[in-house]
């Protein structure tokens, strides 16, 4: 593969709200069983890239815990390797990232280093199985400065969250307006870009000089009629957990077998594995629709849930229409419906948490409080 | 190379009363408890125990074995240092043979062992089930100046003319050592856990090298004896299992799924580590019911199943009904079968509207010693057609078509054993 990567998971995603209290976006579990960056690196890996970069800087340590060995990927042999860049205080420099472009621009050297031609960047935050030779081909053919992956959406609720593109007859991206109040077209930009290494340096060097840090707002979108800036369409499964409600309704994707299917088909997603026993039913369980983690027990009843690993599940408990995170334990009699359960929670016996229908209630910060 | 202890784990036996089950593979490579396979207990105990150089014996069909330790990633045995090395026989100059005893084959391996230039040996099985901290025998070795330790733990006086025994004082010093005695005098059963100083070891394989099928238990700890060396036991008194026979085979399986199992998996501070083909959580159907079960990762319900235990990557379709049953990974059970009291083994693919298990029990004709306990067994890779039924004490291997059943049926005792089953 001719490209490195860059994984940029600094941003704070405040549309998770209370969920990215314990962790950046991009370490959001997904499935019942892996993280939001799985993605990004299992496709990176599985398209042959071998030098990936995960540029951070929110909330790192449960990401950092994540990515603690590189082999879960396929990385870190002699050729190639993963590294994980924060902020770091330098002479010249005591800045956080203060956006994508300026993450970038702090690492410079890396990019300066390599001698691959290009350079696929990645948002954490996206969850989707793409085979990046494919749009490189496409970036190649088309003699592309810059390649973003689009995807049209019917929901124009659904395309403010996201850049929108508009292209000519040839796929050149003519417009490209970011979270806009009404969207022009109905193609969103999937935040997954191919661009030419060095390039790309200059760009960053000279939005650095502007005192401009975002690599979309202050790149791409001036950059779009100076530059040869193409759209790759991909028309396969493909969501980004930027809300609670976009989170939930990704989690509860995993209950279909073709969502479960396309991702565990050859080359499959690929996560830490923990080595946790396998999950176990007790006498009184009772499980309809749901995914249940590794190392799960359950006593009591579940249906249309995703259940992470490691949960406890007392007798007579009931779980519906929930998300209950790693490591959460819920005593006996407890009732959730509707809600995101905060991993390594305490739920406390007959304990009752109801959240509204299509606006799921986190529930969190319950362990330390007095019983 | 340094290292003050290494393990050399002895996985080359076949475990014949297991019938189908060791068809292709030996022992220490049978499932166990879902998601693992017999060898991991041991190598996990290795690794929980600070040793990380690990020499394993095989012999007797080690494809599955070599492929299921590969390098030691699951076990982080995959070290520059020490390590694992899967130790085949091999040919030498002049000389060919096949390990022809437990001791034997540790002999034939002393340049493995001089290489680590080890100061104590751990000898271990690959049979057996059990969490063991080696570290705290090793230990005991120590403080006690031993030349060898025998793990033992105490067994019900009537069973023990099965063991080894160890007749001990109240120091632990071993006075005595009875092979399978008729009249045991003492209820410590060797558990074939050794540890052995280096020199002791080396010395007692050279002087011992040409008897026959030189073994452990039977000759190189009784010539230890007779010379005199300070032999100790160390007592285990946890779980322990050799999974031998079906009967006990499935009877640990189905241990696991109580409430709070003897053997507790669940427990974080000893992990018990494998190579996993499946991570992905296990999903259920909207029709599935479920009770008293160890379900694998990556496994689809939607059926009903009832005092199990399952593999990884199991699908069980809409209708079928599995009670207290084995069954392992990447096995799919079809719709509407009925499946009682079976072990079926890795990538078998059950028909539908199957009813297995049913009926009076009968003598096998294939082993009364091995298929006596009322279970169905099938080995790795077996086949069923639709709509067949199948009684108790039987045995299944290989890819069975509707011509092999008379009237779609096998009856109790009955057997299918096609050549090539396997894969």
């Known amino acids: 593969m001719r490209a490195i990567g860059l994984i940029l998971a600094g941003g704070n995603s405040i549309g998770l709200k209370d969920l990215v209290k314990k962790r950046a976006g991009a370490a959001m579990p997904i499935g019942g069983t892996c993280r939001a960056i799985d993605f990004g690196l299992s496709n990176m890996s599985n398209s042959g890239i071998r030098t990936v970069a995960v540029l951070t800087q929110y909330n790192t340590r449960s990401l950092n815990e994540h990515l603690n060995s590189a082999k879960w990927w396929n990385f870190g042999r002699k050729h190639g390797g993963l590294y994980t860049f924060t902020p770091t205080l330098t002479r010249d420099n005591n800045w956080w990232f203060r956006g994508t472009a300026d993450a970038i621009y702090q690492n410079m050297l890396f990019l300066r280093r390599r001698t691959e031609p290009y350079v696929v960047i990645y948002h954490g935050d996206c969850i989707c199985k793409i085979d990046l030779n494919k749009m490189l081909e496409y970036h190649e053919e088309k003699g592309a400065d810059i390649t973003i992956a689009v995807k049209h959406l019917d929901s124009e609720n659904e395309l403010k969250r996201f850049g929108v593109v508009e292209t000519d007859e040839n796929n050149r991206v003519i417009e490209f307006s970011e979270k806009p109040m009404k969207a022009k077209t109905d193609t969103a930009s999937m935040g997954i870009y191919i661009i030419n290494r060095t390039l790309l340096m200059q760009l960053v060097e000279d939005a650095n000089q502007r005192e401009r840090y975002d690599l979309v707002k202050d790149i791409f979108i001036p950059y779009k009629d100076v530059k040869n800036i193409y759209a790759y369409e991909f028309d396969g499964y493909w969501r980004n957990i930027n809300t609670v409600e976009s989170y939930y309704d990704t989690n509860m994707d995993f209950l279909r077998r073709d969502v479960r299917r396309l991702f565990t088909a050859e080359p499959t997603i690929k996560t830490k594995i923990e080595d946790l026993p396998s999950a176990k039913f007790n006498e009184g369980s009772d499980v309809k629709n749901s995914l249940i983690g590794s190392g799960c027990i359950v006593n009591g009843e579940v249906s249309d849930s995703v259940v992470f690993k490691e949960v406890f599940i007392g007798k007579g408990a009931v779980i519906k229409n929930s998300i209950i995170l790693n490591g959460t334990y819920i005593d006996e009699g407890a009732y959730i419906e509707n809600c995101i359960v905060e991993s390594r929670e305490r739920v406390a016996k007959n304990e009752e948490f109801i959240g509204k229908e299509g606006e799921p209630m986190v529930v969190s910060g319950l362990r330390g409080r007095l019983e | ?423």
């Open chain 2, 1 to 423: 190379m340094k290292k003050e202890v290494i393990a050399m784990l002895l996985a080359g036996g076949q475990g014949s009363r297991l019938g189908v089950l060791t068809q292709d593979m030996a022992k220490p490579a049978v499932p166990y408890g879902g998601k693992y396979r017999i060898i991991d207990f041991p190598l996990s105990n290795c690794v929980n125990s600070g040793i990380d150089t690990v020499g394993v014996l095989t012999q007797y069909q080690p494809l599955e074995l070599n492929s299921h330790i590969g390098i030691g990633v699951p076990w982080d045995l995959d070290s520059n240092d020490g390590g694992v090395a899967v130790l085949p026989p091999y040919e030498k100059s002049g000389d060919a043979a096949w390990y022809s005893g437990t001791a034997n084959a540790i002999y034939q391996n002393l340049s493995y062992m001089e290489s680590y230039h080890p100061e104590y040996v751990l000898i271990l099985s690959g049979d057996h089930v059990y969490k063991m901290d080696y570290a705290r025998m090793l230990d005991s070795h120590k403080k006690r100046n031993a030349d060898i330790t025998i793990a033992a733990m105490p067994v019900p006086i009537e069973e023990a003319s099965r063991f080894g025994i160890c007749v001990a004082n109240e120091q632990d010093r071993i006075t005595d050592f009875e092979e399978k005695p008729e009249k045991p005098h003492s209820n410590l059963a060797s558990m074939g856990i050794y540890i052995f100083n280096w020199d002791v070891l080396k010395s007692s394989l050279i002087k011992k090298k040409d008897q026959k099928n030189c073994d452990f238990g039977k000759h190189i700890i009784p010539y230890c004896f007779e010379n005199g060396l300070d032999m100790f036991v160390y007592k285990f008194e946890d779980y322990w299992k050799d999974v031998g026979t079906l009967s006990s085979y499935w009877e640990a399986n189905m241990e696991l799924i109580d409430i709070v199992p003897e053997f507790n998996i669940y427990d974080s501070s000893w992990k018990t580590y494998t190579k996993t083909s499946g991570f992905e959580p296990v999903f259920y159907c909207k029709e599935s019911k479920v009770e008293t079960c160890i379900v694998g990762e990556g496994s689809e319900i939607c059926g009903e199943i009832k005092n199990s235990v399952l593999g990884t990557n199991v699908i069980i379709e809409k209708g079928a009904v599995v009670e207290d049953s084995i069954i392992m990974s990447n096995t799919v059970v079809g719709g509407n079968t009925k499946i009682h009291k079976a072990i079926i083994a890795e990538n078998c693919v059950v028909g539908s509207n199957c009813n297995i298990g049913v009926g009076e029990e009968a003598e096998s004709k294939l082993n009364p010693n091995i298929y006596n306990s009322g279970l169905t067994t099938m080995g790795q890779g077996s086949v069923i057609p639709d709509g067949v039924t199948i009684g108790k004490n039987t045995a299944i291997l290989g890819k069975t078509t509707i011509q092999d059943y008379i009237k779609k049926e096998l009856p109790s005792g009955g057997f299918i054993v096609k050549a090539g089953g396997h894969k």
